[in-house]
C-alpha cells in the first residue's frame, strides 16, 4: 500500500489535480465515527476527487486498499460505502478501460481480492438492504462483471419489485 506519507501523493492526479490532499482524508476516514453518511466528510470529498462522475484516476488505485484495508480492520463497524467505493472504482476503471498505474496494480489487485470474504463479514448479522447492494456489487466487480455490479448499485428492493413484475409480464 502506498504509505500516506509518501511524496508520491503529490504526483498522483485525481479529478481536481494533484492528491496531495488525498492521504489527509485517508486518516480522517480512519477516525471518522460508525454510521456517518456518505454525503458526510472525508466520504463526500474522497468520492468527488476519486470517482468523479464515472471517471477514475491514479490517486483513486491508490486510495483503494487504504478503504479495504480499513474495512479489514473492522467490517463489522463498516457502513455501505466501504464496499461501494472500491466497487464503483473498479466498475469505472473496468467501463473507460482504465489502466492501473504499474507501481499502483499489485496492491489494488490485492485489495480487490479481499473484497469477497470482506463482504460476507460486513454482511454478517445485518439485515441491511444498502449493504448487500454493494456486498453484492463489491463481488461482482472483483469477478470482472462490472455490468453487473453496477446494475447491482442500482437495486433497491423497490426496483428490484419492479424488475420482476415487468419480468414476469414478458
Not at 77 to 91: M, T
Not at 92 to 97: G, L, V
Not at 129 to 155: F, H, K, N, W, Y
Request: glycine share 4%; charged share 20%; net charge negative.
Amino acid at each position: 500500500m502506498l504509505p500516506l506519507d509518501s511524496p508520491r501523493w503529490g504526483e498522483l492526479q485525481h479529478a481536481y489535480g494533484r492528491a496531495g490532499d488525498i492521504p489527509a482524508r485517508l486518516r480522517a476516514l480512519a477516525a471518522m465515527p460508525a454510521g456517518d453518511r456518505p454525503e458526510d466528510e472525508p466520504w463526500f470529498t474522497l468520492w468527488s476527487a476519486l470517482a468523479h462522475q464515472g471517471d477514475v484516476y491514479p490517486a483513486s488505485f491508490a486510495a483503494v486498499p487504504h478503504v479495504v484495508n480499513l474495512l479489514a480492520i473492522d467490517p463489522r463497524r463498516a457502513g455501505a460505502d466501504f464496499l461501494h467505493f472500491p466497487a464503483w472504482v473498479e466498475i469505472c476503471r473496468r467501463n473507460k478501460n482504465v489502466a492501473v498505474p504499474d507501481d499502483l496494480r499489485a496492491d489494488y489487485e490485492a485489495a480487490l481480492s479481499q473484497l469477497p470474504s470482506l463482504a460476507v463479514r460486513v454482511l454478517e448479522g445485518r439485515n441491511d438492504p444498502d449493504l448487500l447492494r454493494c456486498a453484492c456489487a463489491a463481488i461482482s466487480a472483483v469477478l470482472g462483471q462490472a455490468t453487473v455490479a453496477q446494475a447491482m448499485l442500482e437495486l433497491t428492493p423497490d426496483v428490484a419489485r419492479q424488475f420482476l413484475e415487468w419480468f414476469s409480464d414478458l
